[in-house]
């Protein structure tokens, strides 16, 4: 019985690099692709709806755990926020700093519709301060009544 058809040949080394390669382009591609639904779906409305009031507490002010949490956090930049009783912390730190005199300031505290947005700002020392040349962690701790929102920080 005689066969027809066409003869398959091995692929050669060529053949075979181009198809791997073909099929790695595919594959991220595919994984590209499938990425973007998510970063489209998530997107943030920023449109400000209402100013917050809110109190910048003194460190001695803060709820212990939270202020193990910071402590815990405090040599690089960080972003928390804790839920305690009816009332939301949040807490933004710059990491540590070289001198004394360096603070932070709340430039806008609001809400959106699907969140609580804080700018902050990290203020050096003022011209002609005296500064210790000794490492420091500033951060800022803010009291407001709770939201269940999620917090977006700048």
Known sequence: MKRTGKRHENAGPGQRRRSRLLTAGCIVLCAALCML?????????????????FTVLDKYAVP?????????NKTE??????????????????????????????????ETEDAVCIHTNLLGPEKGEETKEI???????????YIEKDVLFD
């Open 37 to 53: 639904p998510g970063c489209v779906t998530r997107g943030q409305n920023t449109q400000k709806l209402r100013e917050l009031e």
């Open 64 to 72: 212990e755990e939270f202020k193990l949490l910071i402590d815990e």
């Open 77 to 110: 930049p960080f972003k928390l926020t804790y839920a305690d009783q009816g009332q939301l912390y949040i807490a933004e730190g710059y990491g540590e700093q070289p001198t004394t005199g360096y603070s932070v300031e709340v430039t806008d505290l609001y």
């Open 135 to 145: 490492a420091t962690f500033p951060y800022v701790v803010i009291q407001l009544g």
